[in-house]
């Protein structure tokens, strides 16, 4: 057959998260501190209220958007932390994972050749959701320097007259870097001057150690530009139950909801009861979860210090992105070097984008034992190294 496959789709490049994740779980008594996922189970009241679900036959579609229920407590849960009111009816959208209102988002309010500003390092959906939108990816390029966050002149030398949508991906995903009042207020002012649209992905907002979130919504005249996108998997640790949601303007919500009506028809019913209780009960759960990331938090920088590898202190996420230039090899021979040798399954900071060579992304979701033998691996991997290069 000829021209069976897609140009687009054959030319994006598989994710270099799953490649190593692939590896290790073939590798007999291999570490992985390579994947995104809490160690914790998902709280019990939790999976309760999604068994008593399956108990009382709740197992129908919802409506397309959501359970009204959930989208009414997640309007309570965002004026509760941000003081913005949405509207459950028309601006809230449940979706299979925060994944799924990235992907609609884009495709929501991409016209064929609008540029898309994307800070790298970053979540590795971005530049494939904004190619397959048919958008433009335009690629900032954060800097340790500037603890990887997004300054308004990086901002403003990237926009163009085809810039449609920046990307705010804070806490980030590898850094672990934050962006403060101050920072977003800066990149408000940009925003509003050069009247573009704002995707924030706030997976990872409970998720803070110095200071409580600040989300752009509440900076004047954002909310009316801005695409919020949160989830459940990470502050609750429920990955497997495949939940998000995405709030913002009606104009383009609807048009959301219409791509996901086509492509899903509904979020798993469920998930979406269970997600009631989260976020009615979950508060207490959320913050002993994120005092004992800290903690590993904290570990992991103290170690990283006594081996005098440079890490530039992240805080938010669970992800530590330390730097490994002084060994002259890239993210990927390290990475892979690493597996080979000590059996521990890190990612390359590359997998985030190009930007992100000399750098590796080590995940501290998971218990403090296994970070403990792990980081005592890297500690004599790294010194075996220094050794050779003497």
């Known amino acids: 057959m000829r021209d069976m496959l897609s140009k687009q789709a054959v030319g994006l490049k ?7 994740f692939d590896i290790v779980s ?57 003081g913005v009111d949405y509207d459950p009816k028309h601006e809230v959208l449940i979706t299979v994972g925060g994944s799924e209102a990235i992907d609609i988002g884009l495709r929501a309010v991409i016209n064929p050749g ?26 900032i390029e ?36 934050i962006m403060e009042r101050k920072d977003l207020e800066e990149i408000a002012e940009v925003i509003r001057k050069h009247d573009i649209l704002v995707m ?22 954002m909310r009316e530009r801005t695409i919020l996108i949160n989830g459940f998997s990470k502050a609750y640790a429920m990955t497997g139950w495949r939940l998000g949601y995405a709030c913002g303007p009606r104009e383009i919500l609807e048009q959301m909801t219409k791509l996901h009506q086509f492509a899903i028809m509904c979020a798993p019913t469920t998930s979406q009861y269970a997600a009631v209780e989260a976020l009615r009960n979950g508060d207490d759960d959320v913050r002993e979860m994120c005092i004992a990331y800290n903690q590993r938090r904290r570990y992991l920088m103290n170690a990283f210090r006594e081996m005098k590898l440079s890490c530039f202190e992240p805080f938010g996420a669970f992800y530590v992105f330390p730097c490994i230039k002084e060994f002259g090899m890239t993210s990927e021979e390290f990475a892979e070097r690493f ?3 000590e059996k521990v399954a890190v990612v390359p900071g ?31 991997f790294v010194e075996k190294l220094r050794r050779e290069k003497a």
Not at 14 to 20: D, L
Not at 47 to 70: C, H, P, Q, V
Request: glycine letters at 8%; aromatic letters at 10%.
């Open 14 to 20: 598989p994710s270099g998260i799953r490649k190593f």
């Open 26 to 82: 073939e590798m007999e008594d291999a570490i992985s501190l390579g994947v995104g996922e809490p160690d914790f189970d998902t709280p019990w009241h939790i999976r309760d209220e999604g068994i008593y679900s399956l108990e009382k036959g709740r197992t129908f579609y919802t409506s397309n958007s959501g359970l009204m229920e959930l989208r009414q407590e997640i309007c309570n849960y965002i004026k509760r932390k941000q």
């Open 114 to 139: 609008d540029e898309v500003l994307i800070p790298q390092p970053s979540f590795v959906s971005y530049e494939p959701c904004a190619i397959m939108a048919g958008g433009v990816p335009v690629i």
């Open 142 to 177: 954060l800097k340790a320097e500037n603890e990887f966050r997004l300054t308004a002149k990086e901002l403003e030398e990237a926009i163009t007259e085809k810039t449609k949508i920046l990307i705010l991906p804070f806490p980030n995903n590898p850094t672990g870097a």
């Open 200 to 221: 924030s992905d706030e997976i990872y907002a409970e998720l803070t150690y110095k200071e409580k979130h600040v989300s752009i919504i509440e900076m004047e005249g």
């Open 339 to 341: 597996l080979a040798e």
């Open 350 to 380: 590359t997998a985030f984008g190009d930007c992100g060579e000399g750098y590796l992304r080590i995940s501290y979701a998971y218990s403090m034992d296994n970070l403990k033998l792990a980081i005592g691996k890297l500690a004599d």
